[in-house]
Nanobody
Framework: QLQLVESGGGLVQPGGSLRLSCAAS????????IGWFRQAPGKEREAVSC????????NYADSVKGRFTISRDNAKNTVFLQMSSLKLEDTAVYYC?????????????WGQGTQVTVSS
């Protein structure tokens, strides 16, 4: 079964840290560009960070730049999102996305999401 599974979410105080994981099963994640997205209640899903298949040139939304770090461990078939200096407005469900164009077909997978709640 081809799937992505996120983990690592939880409740944290402002200023705290969390590390989210996105593990793939049934396919090799290192062939895919990975994106982390989030969706807060009543808001649209927004892109947080992405990294290409080579693990270079990560990109970040302005709202998380300098606080979040995306990385990948191809040996573990997993991508991470290290989140530091968390703010109340970071509260959302976080999703990972894997995407790969191949012979004109876009292969894309979404995880089920993991809840991150920042609250004092």
């Amino acid at each position: 079964q081809l799937q992505l599974v996120e983990s690592g979410g939880g409740l944290v105080q402002p200023g705290g840290s969390l590390r989210l994981s996105c593990a793939a099963s049934g396919f090799r994640l290192d062939y895919y560009a990975i994106g982390w997205f989030r969706q807060a209640p009543g808001k649209e899903r927004e892109a947080v960070s992405c990294i290409n298949s080579g693990g270079r040139t990560p990109n970040y939304a302005d709202s998380v730049k300098g606080r979040f770090t995306i990385s990948r461990d191809n040996a573990k078939n997993t991508v991470f999102l290290q989140m530091s200096s968390l703010k109340l407005e970071d509260t959302a469900v976080y999703y990972c996305n894997a995407k790969r164009p191949l012979f004109g077909v876009q292969y894309e997978y979404w995880g089920q999401g993991t809840q991150v709640t920042v609250s004092s």
